[in-house]
């Protein structure tokens, strides 16, 4: 009996010294693993993500021809009006944190670096 409660104790403290994960807002960024960086003020486009119920914002960098930042939207303020088709897209400025992609990433251009995006603040423009 005391083997055996000893044993439920050890199984218990590895349970409880597992690293906490991040609280993702929702189950879109359970795939994330690692935060890249936070942004603010970027001006973007939003867009609806072709076969998908995913949206994305990218960001142009400036003066490159094909550098582009491509946050698939994980969280987005609820009262934010979205795209209803793929063939539309909103220019934007948001803020936000991009976590690592670590799904098998949507095609993309060439340049392009795919993210989760946690979006903490949006405006259309």
Known sequence: MCRMLGMYVIIF????????????PDSKC?????????????????YRMEDSESYAISYHYPETVDMVDVGVVCHIPADFPLPETAEEALEV???GK???YTDVPPAMAAGSTVYYLEVATISQE
């Open 13 to 24: 403290l590895l349970c409880a010294c597992q690293p906490a994960s991040p609280q993702y």
């Open 93 to 95: 400025t948001f803020s």
């Open 98 to 100: 991009y976590w690592k």
């Open 30 to 46: 359970a795939e994330a693993t690692e935060f890249v960086q936070e942004v603010e003020n970027r001006k973007g486009r939003l």
